[in-house]
């Protein structure tokens, strides 16, 4: 991971929620552009409180946390929007707009960014229908499958072309088959440049993909290469039939 | 193609009671506006009639004679035409005198058959610049015309402008308070709407909505309910102040001036419906902003 230019780097970072205990320790990574990574931990782990760092909706209690060059401590609040619209994420709960079309929530990125009518009109159907729900562009989330919630959420993770991808157990609520289209999808985007950190307590899903591995636990970070075997205390219910 | 709102907040409980709120209000503050431009203009048609004007009695002879109470009238007149200040000294008509006393003591009050000594009264009007000191006035006059009273009207009209002053300042107070409780009903209902749509406002956050795009949305819908209510409120005071007018129009009373508003205190009653939208919006905003600034 050296010689690239940081898309995230966190120095010494620690997480804790009012007077709670920390949640995360002396958290220290950096993930350079065009990189892959899986973010794996038991539940519970602190995998969420870390992604929610990396989308900048939390501070961190102490440390330092830098996103493209920016350290967060010190940027403006009215640039973060700017540095957020970066950043596409999967939520693990896909998070939809329940009376928008998919159409509508997919554009919602774009709309933010001001983008205009047109180009919304050209992009929204084109990326839907790479999704394969080029039939549900006006369907509303709550007549879609879970499959089909999870690919409109990416679709709308990805319109703007973020420079990073956060996907958060984005196969935590579909199948093994749309586990692994997902998967394929996102190493494409990573292809093209997209620095992408899924995480996961899917261990087939790790081991099918060779990709480093950030792990939690007990709220501390080690970086783990490709192969790495895992530790005992994963959770390693889901997705034991996925190859 | 028209997309729908982000955020749904039509569909919040407050959307449907905030416009009967701020109807409510908007018909209170309009007519403690209404009451505050009318006592003001009481206040200064009081003062334009009554300040600069002098009354003078003369008192009926014991003997009832109206030659000898003719020639104190006279005197009394020929006194008061030349004293320096003074604009016009004429007197009351015996036949005005007996209208204003007509409702206590009937229409035969003057005439031969009751002869009542009546006092006679002199109506002085004094230039606007004149300082006509009154008491030693009246002390000439008694001199030369005894039983002569001397009424400047201060006493009780400083009374009546007092008590419509306060009346005025406590429509201006109630006026203040509508303003603060229409201020925090939109800042309740706000506040309740950024609770109802916490997620998708932490999705549009995520995403890189600025605060601005998201008060925006609050800020219009708030325009829409307040001015749905401030056009409702302000069709009703119209209603009410119309009804009232043409009820004070059967009041007959010669210290009451004729109730009506200008087209200017209209404008004013009617501009409460654009403030109620402006209070509205300008609230919705700030709360918005305010609350969305302790997002990191």
């Not at chain 1, 892959?36 to 501070?59: E, V």
């Not at chain 1, 919602?108 to 009518?117: D, I, T």
């Not at chain 1, 394929?184 to 990709?211: Q, R, S």
């Not at chain 2, 819908?221 to 307040?226: D, M, Y």
């Amino acid at each position: 991971m050296l010689g690239g230019v940081d898309v995230i780097r966190f120095q010494n970072v620690g997480v804790r929620y009012g007077l709670g205990p920390e949640i995360l320790h002396d958290v220290s990574l950096r993930l350079e552009e065009g990189s892959f990574h899986f973010l794996t931990g038991a539940s519970g782990a602190g995998k969420s409180s870390l992604l929610r760092l990396m989308y900048l909706a939390n501070q961190p209690s102490r440390g330092l946390v830098s996103l493209f060059g920016h350290d967060i401590s010190t940027t403006p609040r009215r640039d973060l929007p700017n540095l957020r619209r970066q950043v596409g994420v999967v939520f693990q709960d896909f998070r939809l707009i329940d009376h928008l079309t998919a159409m509508e929530n997919v554009a919602l990125p774009l709309r933010v960014a001001g983008a205009s009518e047109a180009q919304v009109q050209e992009h929204v159907p084109e990326l839907l229908s790479w999704v394969g729900l080029e039939d549900q562009i006006d369907a509303r989330p709550p007549t879609l499958s879970g499959g089909q919630k999870q690919r409109v959420a990416i679709a709308r993770a990805i319109i703007a072309r973020p420079k990073l991808l956060l996907a958060d157990e984005p196969t935590g609520n579909v199948d093994d088959h749309i586990a692994m289209r997902l998967m394929h999808l996102f190493e494409e985007l990573n292809k093209i440049g997209t620095t992408v950190v899924v995480a996961t307590h899917n261990k087939a899903l790790v081991t099918g993909f060779a990709h480093p591995r950030l792990h939690l636990a007990d709220g501390e970070l080690s970086v783990l290469k490709a192969g790495s075997p895992f530790p005992e205390n994963i959770d390693q219910t889901d997705g034991e039939g996925l190859r | 193609m028209r997309s729908a709102p982000v955020l749904p907040l039509t569909r919040d409980a407050s959307s449907r009671f905030l416009p009967w709120l701020i109807a409510f209000m908007v018909w209170l503050a309009a007519m403690a506006l209404a009451a505050v431009l009318v006592l003001s203009s009481f206040g200064n048609q009081w003062r334009n009639n009554l300040t600069g004007t002098l009354t003078v009695q003369i008192a009926a002879t014991p003997d009832g004679q109206s030659a000898t109470t003719e020639q104190r009238l006279n005197r009394a007149l020929d006194i008061l035409r030349k004293t320096p200040g003074v604009l016009k000294a004429e007197a009351l008509p015996l036949k005005q005198i007996s209208d204003l006393l007509a409702p206590w003591l009937g229409r035969d009050v003057v005439t031969e058959t009751l002869g009542l000594p009546i006092p006679r009264l002199i109506d002085v009007k004094i230039q606007p610049d004149a300082n006509i000191d009154v008491a030693a006035l009246w002390e000439r006059l008694n001199k030369e015309v005894d039983g002569t009273q001397v009424d400047d009207h201060g006493t009780w009209l400083d009374k009546l402008i007092t008590l419509a002053a306060a009346v005025e300042a406590i429509a201006l107070a109630v006026l203040a308070l509508i303003s603060v409780a229409a201020i925090a009903t939109v800042v309740f209902a706000t506040r309740t709407s950024l609770t109802i749509h916490h997620e998708v406002i932490e999705l549009l956050h995520v995403i890189g909505a600025k605060d601005a795009y998201v008060a925006d949305q609050f800020h219009r819908h708030a325009l829409g309910l307040g001015l749905k209510g401030g056009i409702a409120g302000a069709l009703l005071a119209t209603a009410t102040l119309l009804g009232l007018g043409s009820l004070w129009t059967g009041v007959e009373s010669s210290l009451m001036p004729p109730v009506s508003l200008n087209i200017w205190q209209w404008a004013c009653v009617l501009a409460v419906a654009l403030a109620a939208g402006g209070i509205s919006t300008v609230t919705a905003r700030i709360t918005v902003l305010r609350a969305l600034g302790r997002m990191p």
